[in-house]
Antibody, heavy 118, light 112 residues
């Protein structure tokens, strides 16, 4: 059974940092692109970042480029999202997803809530 | 990175069919057969229902079907059931988008 389990969400002040983690199991983690998607309260889904199988290619949506960094540790079957210079508009549930192929995301984690507020 | 356009809401009675549209451009929906559809119940994670326009993952009922014409993709739910009440999002590969992918605005499906 495929499982993706996120952790690391919390309340953080504007300008602060947070690192999200996602542990994958039940599939060959190292064989697939992975992604982070977020959903602000009461809003729709938004792509955040994705990363190639070996971590050599990374893509970011314009609103987070330069502030967020996606990474992975295939030995630990884990995906990460380092979020710096956080803003109120980054408040959302963050989902880890994969395997990812084009716009297809086969499995999703349960989500972790990030709240940016003073 | 503009979102694909979906109607905010759609509805139908049990047993009926409902179709949701997802309109983009020739740089995304119209240009590639990489449209996916996701179902999301309140407080839950999205679930993949359709990929590559009209393919169903294992375990998704055949009541769910996808199609595409020009720059508009569609998701049809036939034989509506109470558990189909949810939000639905389309997504597409988008060559003009620096990120490469875009979601739709989302449609709330209500089973009357």
């Amino acid at each position: 059974e495929v499982q993706l389990v996120e952790s690391g969400g919390n309340l953080v002040q504007p300008g602060g940092s947070l690192r999200l983690s996602c542990a994958g199991s039940g599939f060959r983690f190292s064989d697939y692109w992975m992604t982070w998607v977020r959903q602000a309260p009461g809003k729709g889904l938004e792509w955040v970042a994705n990363i190639k199988e070996d971590g050599s290619d990374k893509y970011y949506v314009d609103s987070v480029r330069g502030r967020f960094t996606i990474s992975r540790d295939n030995a630990r079957n884990s995906l990460y999202l380092q979020m710096n210079s956080l803003r109120a508009e980054d408040t959302a549930v963050y989902y880890c997803g994969g395997p990812m192929m084009f716009s297809r995301v086969d499995y999703w984690g349960q989500g972790t809530l990030v709240t940016v507020s003073s | 990175q503009s979102a694909l356009t979906q109607p905010p809401s759609a509805s139908g009675s049990p047993g009926q069919s409902v179709t949701i549209s997802c309109t983009g451009t020739s740089s995304d929906v119209g240009g590639y057969n990489y449209v996916s559809w996701y179902q999301q119940h309140p407080g839950k994670a999205p679930k993949l229902m359709i990929f590559e326009v009209n393919k169903r993952p294992s375990g998704v009922p055949d009541r769910f079907s996808g199609s595409k014409s020009d720059n508009t993709a569609s998701l049809t739910v036939s034989g509506l059931q109470a558990e189909d009440e949810a939000d639905y999002y389309c997504s597409s590969y988008a060559v003009s988008n620096s990120f490469g992918y875009v979601f739709g605005t989302g449609t709330k499906v209500t089973v009357l």
